[in-house]
């Protein structure tokens, strides 16, 4: 079993930038892949970024060149940061990582973007 806890959401205003936090209960270095998802009002969930163990991210085309995946193996924590966000990027976000054949979600934190 793996948990996972997020933070670091919360009201930013177009421009604005946030930086979200996922801590895991186990070591994330033995995850096959650690990644953010997001689900926007009224739609499904999305793909935001995916960092495999080995190899580098991928990014959804919507936030490449603003956001950034990165980890801590240190901390067992992953982080997303957040820059440039505009209206569209309001949603709950998810941590998401892959272990042992399985996915494991956070229970999400809400991000919104709004003058």
């Known amino acids: 079993q793996v948990q996972l806890e997020e933070s670091g959401g919360g009201l930013v205003q177009p421009g604005g930038s946030l930086r979200l936090s996922c801590v895991s209960s186990?070591?994330?270095?033995?995850?096959?892949?650690v990644g953010w998802y997001r689900q926007p009002p009224g739609k499904e969930r999305e793909l935001v970024t995916v960092?495999?163990?080995?190899?580098?991210?991928n990014y959804a085309d919507s936030v490449k060149g603003r956001f950034t995946v990165s980890k801590d193996n240190a901390k067992n924590t992953i982080y997303l940061q957040m820059n440039s966000l505009k209206p569209e990027d309001t949603a709950v976000y998810y941590c998401n990582v892959q272990y042992l054949f399985r996915t494991y979600w956070g229970q999400g934190t809400q991000v919104t973007v709004s003058s």
């Open positions: 186990r070591a994330i270095s033995n995850f096959r892949a």
């Open positions: 960092l495999p163990n080995v190899g580098g991210p």
